[in-house]
Nanobody
Framework: QVRLVESGGGSVQAGDSLRLSCAAS????????MAWFRQAAGKEREFVAH??????????ADFVKGRFAVSTDNAQNILYLHINMNNLKPEDTAMYYC??????????????WGQGTQVTVSS
């Protein structure tokens, strides 16, 4: 059974940093892109960033370029996806989801999803 489990969310002040992690297990993910999406209350889910499971070819939404950085690593047959989020803004407040799939900004391209972790940024 494939599982993606996010962790690291929380409530912070504007300008603070957070690191979210996603533990992906249950299968190997060769040739997959691992991605972060987010969904704010009342809004559609939007692409944040993706990276190949090998740690290459990271790409970001324009609104996080220069502030967020994604990475991957492996340990004990678990693939970890991380996102370091710096200089957080109130508009970054959302539920953040980890996903695995063929890459890109369309949520429909991702086969596996986590349950999400909440990030709240106050001004």
């Amino acid at each position: 059974q494939v599982r993606l489990v996010e962790s690291g969310g929380g409530s912070v002040q504007a300008g603070d940093s957070l690191r979210l992690s996603c533990a992906a297990s249950g299968r190997s993910f060769p040739n997959y892109f691992m991605a972060w999406f987010r969904q704010a209350a009342g809004k559609e889910r939007e692409f944040v960033a993706h990276i190949r499971s090998t740690g290459e070819s990271a790409d970001y939404a324009d609104f996080v370029k220069g502030r967020f950085a994604v990475s991957t690593d492996n340990a004990q047959n678990i693939l970890y996806l991380h996102i370091n989020m710096n200089n957080l803004k109130p508009e970054d407040t959302a539920m953040y989801y980890c996903a695995a799939g063929s890459g890109g900004e369309n949520p429909g391209a991702y086969k596996y999803w986590g349950q999400g972790t909440q990030v709240t940024v106050s001004s």
